[in-house]
Each structure stands twice: as C-alpha cells, then as structure tokens.
C-alpha cells in the first residue's frame, strides 16, 4: 500500500548514493584489473549455483550500479540506473541515464510500481516469478565458459545453448560465492544480442532502512 511505498522511498539518501556510485565504479575498473580468478568450477556446482540464482537476492540486500542495453528494430537502447534491493522483497531501481533517465521502478513483493521522470507512481503488470530449472535444462544444454570478476566478485560465465532450434540462447554470468546473476546476455536463434543487464558495482549486506 501507500505507507510500504512510502518507507521503501525514504531509503536513506538515494540521491547521495547515485553520486557515490559513479564514483565507485570508476576505482573498480582498477580492482577489477587486479583480481585474481581462481580456477574452474567444478560442473556439479555450476548446476547447483544455477538452481539457486532465482533465490539468491530473496536472501541479500544489496545496491549497485547496473547497465541495461535492449536491442529492438535495429537500434540499441541503454540505460544506466541504480538498484536497491531490501531482501526479500522490496526493490527499488532509479534510471540514472541513458533511455529510461529520471524514471523509477518499485517492487513491493508482487506489487510493481513504474514512474515517470514527470509523474506519480502507477501500478503496472510484470510477469509472475517463477523458477522451473529442470525444465530448463531439459531444453537446454548447460555449458561452462571461463571464469571471470563482474562489478570486482569472482563469476563463472556460463552458456544455456539450445537442444531444439529457433530458441534463443543465454549466457549468465554468477557469482561463484552466493549464486547472484551479476550479467546476463540473451541472443537470438540467429546469434544476434538483443538484450544485456549487467552490474557494474555491488555491496552486498547494505542495511536499507524500512
């Protein structure tokens, strides 16, 4: 209702925090340079860290800075905005820049919230969550890539190719520590990206105040 909105709102200095995070993300180029990725992950866990990604942020509160890029009639949309997560259920993502600047997504449980950089809050449809990985991978062939640091954490990049064609394929990238999908590509049958979401710093652990 009105009051959850309204505390989830007042999280304690959100304009402070999106000047903050350019910042930070420029001394993270630097740390990113310098991790060290350790070796592979072994497959079992690879299927393991999958199953739990769905549930990873329903157990974390985090903000970052993350970077949306859609591709739709030829042309390249992207979006620069910063996400604040209250575990379980409560999110909230400012546009920063780029195509959706100003604008604001809320999630109050199954509740979504869209607002206009000139508007008041709406509510609006969004798909209903739901996590059917072994049916995914039934359908599709789970492949590790190569391990590699996203917005400074250790990930393990890993294809979902395919077993029946026309569909398209995805590549996620997961923290290797707590399963959180850190970068996500998803392509077409025909190898075109048509849409990317990565982060590009993160603090998990972040007392967001209610």
């Known amino acids: ?12 200095g959100v304009s402070r925090l999106i000047r903050k995070r350019m910042v930070a993300a420029r001394a993270g180029l630097l740390v ?8 592979p992950v072994a497959a079992a866990d690879i299927r393991a860290l999958l199953q739990k990604s769905p549930y990873a942020e329903r ?4 903000q970052g800075t993350k970077l949306l890029t859609r591709v739709s009639g030829g042309k390249t949309h992207t979006t620069t905005a ?9 999110t909230l993502m400012v546009g920063v820049s780029g195509s959706l600047a100003g ?3 809320l999630q109050l449980g199954r509740e ?14 969004m798909p209903e969550f739901s996590q059917q990985t072994e049916l995914l991978l039934r359908n599709y062939r789970l492949i590790q890539q190569r391990t590699e640091p996203i917005a400074q954490r250790r990930c393990v990049m890993v294809l979902l190719q395919p077993r029946h064609r026309g569909n398209p394929s995805k590549r996620i990238w997961l923290d290797v520590r707590n399963a959180m999908p850190l970068q996500s590509q998803i392509w077409s049958w025909k190898g075109e990206l048509t849409e990317q979401s990565s982060f590009i710093n993160i603090q998990y652990h972040v007392p967001l105040s209610t």
Not at 1 to 12: I, N, Q, W
Not at 59 to 62: A, C, E, Q, R, V
Not at 82 to 90: C, D, F, L, S, T
Not at 112 to 125: F, I, V
């Open 103 to 105: 604008a604001q997504i």
């Open 32 to 39: 990113s340079m310098l991790l060290t990725v350790a070796g």
């Open 1 to 12: 209702g009105s009051g959850a909105l309204g505390r989830l709102l007042r999280y304690g």
């Open 82 to 90: 910063e996400v604040y997560h209250q575990a379980p259920n409560r």
């Open 112 to 125: 979504y919230y869209r607002k206009p950089p000139d508007g008041e809050y709406q509510r609006t449809l």
């Open 59 to 62: 157990k974390l509160s985090y």
